[in-house]
C-alpha cells in the first residue's frame, strides 16, 4: 500500500470522464483501491474517487467512520438511480478542493448498484450521509466536482484559494 498524491483544482485530469472496470474486481484493481483507502485516510477524508490520484477509473472508496469506526467501502463500476425528487442541502467539501466547504443541494435517497472488494455484485439503498457522499464520488467519475454545483463566482474563488494554498506550499518545500 502507499500514499499517493492527490490531485487539486484547476489540474485537468478532474475532468476527465473515469472508464469503467472491465474483467472485474482483480488483484491490481484491490491493490489500487488499497492504495486509495491509505491515502483518504492519511489526507483525512471520507470519500475518494480514484481519478482524485490520477487514475480514470470507475472506482471509489469510502469510509463515513460513523461509531468513530473504520468501516471502509469499496465501488467499482457504481451506478446510482436518485428514489426521490426530495433534495437536502449539505455542506461538502473535497479533497481536491482543500479548504473549501459550500452547500450542495442533492437527492437524499438513491439506489447504488456496484460490485464490491471482492467483486460481489451488491444493490442498496443510500440515506443520509452515505446518500451525499455517494452522489460527490458519482459526480467525479463523470469529471464533476462540487464546485461545479455553486455559481461561477463561488467557483471561481475556490479555485483561486487553492491555487494561492498551493503556491505557498510549494514555496515553503523549495525553501525547506
Ligand atoms: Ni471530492
Redo the contacts with the bound molecule.
Sequence with gaps: MAIREILTVPDARLKQVSKPVEGGVTDEIRALMDDMLETMYDAPGI?L?AI?IGEPLRVIVMDLQENDEKNPRFFVNPEILPLTEDTAPYEEG????PDVFDEVERPTECRVRYLDYDGNEIEEVATGLFAVCIQ??MD?LEGT??IDHLSRLKRQRAVDKVKKAKRLKDKEKSAA
Design positions: 470519500g474517487a482524485q473535497c479533497l481536491s478542493v460527490h464520488e467525479h466536482l462540487f
